[in-house]
């Protein structure tokens, strides 16, 4: 996926860039780093083509703001960068409360609901949230099916399928094994 973005960046219109799918991509590969690098066995070089991507979709980001500025959308700018920063205000208050939330959870005795809270893959873990963000692609794309096609990176879409493909089989290889992924 970063090759796909540095390819968008270098060889394509800004035009193309869709802000739903390169925000939705900067969560998915900043989830993947870290899970990445927690699961056993760690794999660096994944993590680290995720954290280039997260780069490379910054990138992206920073390239299609401009050219919204440039052609007098001032007013969609603003407002897309008040969503994202609600986004990452929501995104730290989870991060911040998930411990004491699971905490709780787990230590109220409520039977199949505390054994989840507690899981080593569960909703307060990065291997639950990591692969549940695929999920987040695919809605983005749903957002999109309206798009004119030549306003669609077809670099963008061919590595998000290869990587489906690639994490349907590797799910299984990892400790804690992540069903929601597969």
Same mark, same amino acid.
Request: aromatic share 10%.
């Given at each position: 996926?970063?090759? *796909?973005?540095?390819?968008? *960046?270098?060889? @394509? ?15 998915? @590969?900043?989830?993947?780093? #870290?899970?990445?690098?927690?699961? #056993? ?6 993590? !680290? =083509?995720?954290? +280039?991507?997260?780069?490379?979709? %910054? ?12 052609? !007098? ?10 969503? %994202?920063?609600? +986004? ?5 208050? =989870?991060?911040?409360a998930g411990?004491?939330?699971?905490? /709780?959870?787990v230590n109220?005795?409520? !039977?199949?609901?505390?054994?989840? %809270? !507690? ?9 639950? $949230? ?9 809605? /983005? ?13 077809? /670099? ?18 990892? +400790? ?5 992924? $597969?």
């Amino acid at each position: 996926m970063s090759g *796909a973005a540095i390819y968008d *960046a270098l060889e @394509s219109s800004p035009e193309i860039i869709s802000l739903n799918m390169t925000g939705v991509l900067m969560v998915y @590969s900043s989830l993947f780093a #870290r899970w990445a690098f927690v699961v #056993r066995p760690q794999n660096l070089l994944l993590a !680290g =083509c995720h954290v +280039t991507n997260v780069v490379a979709q %910054a990138n992206q980001l920073r390239r299609a703001i401009e050219y919204k500025k440039e052609n !007098g959308k001032d007013e969609e700018v603003d407002d897309i960068m008040k969503k %994202a920063g609600a +986004t990452a205000a929501a995104g730290a208050v =989870c991060v911040m409360a998930g411990p004491m939330v699971q905490s /709780a959870l787990v230590n109220a005795n409520l !039977g199949v609901l505390s054994t989840i %809270a !507690g899981a080593d893959a569960g909703p307060f873990t990065v291997h639950f $949230w990591a692969p549940m963000s695929k999920w987040m692609i695919s809605g /983005a794309s749903f957002l999109e099916l309206d798009r004119p096609t030549e306003k669609i990176s077809l /670099a963008q879409y061919t590595a998000l399928t290869l990587t489906g493909f690639f994490f349907s089989r590797y799910a299984l290889l990892v +400790t804690p094994i992540n069903y929601t992924l $597969w």
